[in-house]
Each structure stands twice: as C-alpha cells, then as structure tokens.
C-alpha cells in the first residue's frame, strides 16, 4: 500500500517589486492560512494587517543559519516564507533544499528579477551567463570576463556597479557597456545606461538603487582574457618557480577529469595552479589544499581571487596528518610531499570511482611510483617538454625536467 503524500507545511512564495499584490490566489491563500510568515522587514510590510492576524511574523535572523533551526522546531506547522523573485534561483529555496525533505517544501516562483532584465535587454536567456554577488565574492566574476560575453549579475546594493565597472576597468575593459536595471517590474523601474569607465569614475549621475541587476556586455575584442579550458599561461600565477608548469598542469587536469560538485585534495598546493584550475573547471567544484609554507599558501590565497576562485580553502599542513578528518575527495592531485605514506593514506581517503594523479620529478619519487604502478597498475606516463629558445643568432629546444606521471582510478 502506497503512503499518501503529506501536505508541504513550508511554503516559499516568490514575490515581485509590487509586493503580495502579484502573487497568485493560491498563494494568497497559504498566506491567509499560514500560522507564521517568515520575510525580510520589507516584505513582511508589504502583507496586510488582516491577513492573517493571528500569525506570527519572523524578520531573517543574523545570521541566516540560525532560522532552519528554529523552521525545524515548527515543524507541522503552517509557516509561510516570503521571497524576491523565483526563489529556486540564487534564491532561499535552494538553501531550503539542503536543510529540509523536499516533500515538506512548497515553491510558488515569481519572474526573477534577471528574467525581467533578459526581457528588457533583448538578450535570450540561454544565451547569457547568469550570476550574482549578493552575498558572494566580486572575485567570481572574473573567470566570466570573455570575449562577446553577455552577464547579468544580481547585485548586493546600489554600490556593486561601482565594484563591478572598477574590475572591468582594471583589466582594460573601460568601454565594456553596462546598464543598471533598477526595481524591475515595479513602478520606480529605470534602466540607467552607460560604460565601465563612467560608471568606475562615479559622481552623481551614477548613484543607484539597492535593488538593481547589472547587465555586462563585453566586446568581441578585448586586450587580455583567459580561457576557460586548462593550461592557464603559467604567468597567469605569482610563484617562487616551484609550480605544476602549464602543459604539464593541462596533462594533469585531463586525467583529473573535474566535474560538478567534485571534490579535489591538492597536496603540496604549493602557489595553487592545479586546485585553481580544477574550480575554475565549474562553479560547483570544490577544492582543499595542503601547503606548509606560509609563502606559498600566500601566493595561492592571492592567486585563488585574482583568478575568481575565492573559495580555495587552505590549510597550513603537511600530508597525511593534516588532511585527517577531511571529507573524502573525488580526486587528489600529489604534487608536493610525495612519500609512501602519503600515497597509501590518499588511497585509503579516495572515493570509489575517485582519480589520484601524482607527479614525480626525482629518482627515488619516480621509484615510488614505479612500485606503485606495479603494485597497483593504473597509467605511468613520461611527460617530456622541450621549447624553443635563443641560442645565439639561431633557436635550439630547450628541454624541461621530464615528469613522471601516475594516474590510478578506484575501483
């Protein structure tokens, strides 16, 4: 005999600029029946005195984490939550996925407020990156600053068009066009366009509302990008010289295989070029590393913002000890430390299904690898690089130290 479904208890009901009004009559009704209706202050305004005067209002604690607990205690309660736009999109509602059974949560969407500025802008949705900064670091824009790109970010206050125009600045882009799209779908809508450099300079012309979408068109030209495949230009990174050099870190990368919501252990991050290629792989990723040199874990911490992965977490360590207690990873990369134990207790952490890459540029870590292989079987490859360079009037191949390479996929 089937369970018969229970009715959703926790209900999230998207609203626009004009408030309650736009909401459907379903949706007035759950507000109606609520026995707590929980809202920013200015949304928790916007609902009537007489609708549902017996309800208790909740402001969003600080911090926000404090409310699932509190949600979870009225468990069976009818409890209402109001928010901006489509909630499941850089929304609450998304939060509430992780905190809650799905079957206890309804979702009544509203247009998101980038849906009102695709429309307003003419720029299809599917054809354009969707981001945000509220609540984020700027910094994680910087991977989507492409040549012909199309963003529309989300902002944090009316000061985020300043912040974004000085990065575009920064890199160039002075003449990147931008409009400011303030309370979309309401009657104080205004879109106010301009460029980065206007915008970066600031003055009055340029002081906006808190509720705005940025909207970023980048030209086809542009004097300095990154791609957003692997094999960044190893000047792309500050380094003492110790690092994974660009098409060595490509090789690398591909056996690494990154994917959404993966999980990376960097050991010896060393300046961080393999953990900040595998965030930049997709937004998802995650990525821990492991450096005992103060100096390095520097160079990678700054090289993690410039390069728009922010989250890279570091710890200040040596491997295996330092990384006892992690959660286990979908694939680890051993460019620093390599030792038997490192490599049996990587083994051990690794998830099924999971990759481990190591590199060896010495005879005894080649050695190890060698037993490893043979102890374990996976792939052993030889990556030899040669460039070419000035000798004298002519050019001669230059050769790198050749790297030894271990690639073992977990069964």
Same mark, same amino acid.
């Given at each position: ?145 492409? =040549? ?74 542009? !004097? +300095? ?11 792309? +990174? ?32 060393? %300046? ?10 997709? !937004?998802? %990723? ?33 491997? =295996? ?24 207790? %990587? ?42 360079? !000035?000798?004298? !009037? ?18």
């Amino acid at each position: 005999m089937n369970d018969v479904a229970k009715e959703p208890w926790l209900s999230v009901i998207g609203i626009g600029e004009s408030g309650v009004e736009d909401i459907s009559n379903f949706g007035w009704s759950l507000l109606a029946q609520a026995e707590y209706i929980l809202g920013g202050a200015r949304h928790l305004a916007m609902v009537p005195d007489d609708l549902a005067p017996e309800a208790e209002r909740i402001v969003w604690p600080s911090p926000l984490s404090e409310v699932f607990a509190r949600l979870k205690r009225l468990r069976g309660k009818k409890v209402a939550v109001l928010a901006s736009g489509d909630p499941m999109f850089f929304g609450i509602g998304g939060t509430f996925s992780r905190h809650f059974p799905w079957e206890e949560v309804r979702v009544l969407p509203f247009p998101s407020s980038l849906s009102f500025a695709a429309s307003r802008m003419g720029w299809p949705l599917n054809k354009t990156t969707l981001l945000t900064i509220h609540g984020r670091n700027p910094a994680a824009l910087l991977p989507h600053y492409l =040549p012909g790109a199309k963003l529309l970010i989300l902002s944090k206050d009316g000061t985020s068009p300043a912040t974004v125009a000085k990065q575009l600045v920064e890199r160039g882009l002075e003449q990147a066009s931008i409009s400011v799209l303030e309370h979309l779908g309401g009657d104080e809508e205004k879109i106010i366009a301009s460029n980065a450099a206007a915008i970066a300079a600031g003055g009055d012309a340029f002081r906006f509302a808190d509720l705005n979408v940025i909207a970023v068109s980048l030209p086809q030209e542009m !004097p +300095f990008w990154l791609p957003v495949t692997p094999g960044l230009p190893d000047d792309a +990174f500050d380094h003492d010289g110790k690092m994974t050099k660009r098409d060595i870190r490509a090789s690398a990368m591909a056996k690494l295989a990154p994917r959404p919501n993966a999980l990376l252990w960097d050991v010896g991050t060393g %300046c961080g070029s393999i953990a900040i290629e595998w965030l930049r792989a997709h !937004p998802t %990723c995650r990525a821990v590393g492991i450096e005992p040199q103060e100096k390095r874990r520097a160079y990678a911490l700054h090289n993690a913002e410039m390069l728009g992965v922010p989250h890279l977490r570091l710890l200040n360590g040596t491997a =295996p000890d330092g990384l006892r207690g992690e959660e286990a990873p979908d694939a680890i990369f051993i460019g620093g430390g390599l030792s038997a134990d490192v490599v049996n207790f %990587c083994l051990k952490a690794l998830k099924p299904g999971g990759r481990l890459v190591a590199h060896a540029v010495t005879l005894g870590s080649e050695q190890l690898l060698l037993n490893l292989y043979q102890s374990h079987g996976g792939d052993l490859t030889r990556l030899s690089i040669a460039k070419a360079e !000035p000798v004298g !009037p002519l050019h001669g191949w230059k050769s790198a130290m050749p790297v030894t390479q271990w690639v073992f996929l977990k069964q």
